[in-house]
């Protein structure tokens, strides 16, 4: 009986997956083979945006502050930063030495811009952890200042989301300042990174 009762759930099942799949092959116009090559092409082409990833390329300077609580004084660090691109021009990758919290760390940052997508993603790691922050976002009309957002998992449970705001001043100088809020509380600015490009 049982076995019975499985096979004819497993065909409904797939009876079902048969029709959405129909319904999604309908939704979705079948592109012509040519087409969608010279279309994956044209994505996978380095644009303004990549080229504007790859003038930060080259070695830099920190100077951080990072503020624990509201109202109270920063701690301040300094560090360097290499950036190099990747894949033909695709990826600008950073690899970040500093201090974090008053602790030596390093960081390893991936920057792109999705063509797909028509938007920035970025992804970070460090030694001060073992998860993989994500941020995603979009740049300002004349491309200098890039908004990021993104969340992590707290320590006891739900998220805490980020805003970052990179602003690209000229060749030898770039901000990039990072808020926060716990729990859906009131967001503060946590951390300020000035970059000036090595001689």
């Known amino acids: 009986m049982r076995t019975i009762q499985f096979t004819l759930a497993t065909l409904c099942i797939a009876l079902m997956t048969s029709v959405a799949s129909a319904q999604d092959n309908k939704a979705a116009q079948p592109m012509d083979p040519q087409a969608a090559m ?9 644009g ?7 003038s930060l390329a080259g070695s830099w300077t920190t100077k951080t502050k990072e503020w624990m609580e509201p109202g109270k004084p920063a701690v301040e660090s300094t560090g360097s930063a290499e950036m190099k691109m990747l894949l033909d021009g695709r990826f600008l990758q950073q690899e970040y030495s500093g201090q974090m919290m008053g602790q ?14 028509k938007r920035y993603v ?7 952890g073992t998860s993989i922050f994500i941020m995603e976002g979009t740049a300002s009309a004349d491309g200098k200042t890039i908004t990021l957002k993104g ?33 859906g509380g009131k967001e ?12």
């Open 38 to 46: 010279e279309l994956y092409k044209k994505l996978a082409t380095p």
């Open 122 to 128: 970025t992804t970070w790691m460090s030694t001060m």
């Open 48 to 54: 303004e945006p990549h080229k504007l990833l790859a």
């Open 188 to 199: 503060m600015k946590m951390m300020e990174i000035v970059y000036t490009r090595k001689p």
């Open 151 to 183: 969340q992590h998992a707290e320590p006891g449970g739900g998220h805490m989301t980020h805003r970052a705001v990179w602003k690209i001043i000229d060749s030898n100088t770039q901000t990039f300042d990072m808020f926060g809020t716990h729990h």
């Open 104 to 117: 030596a760390f390093s960081g390893l940052e991936l920057i792109g811009y999705d063509n797909l997508l």
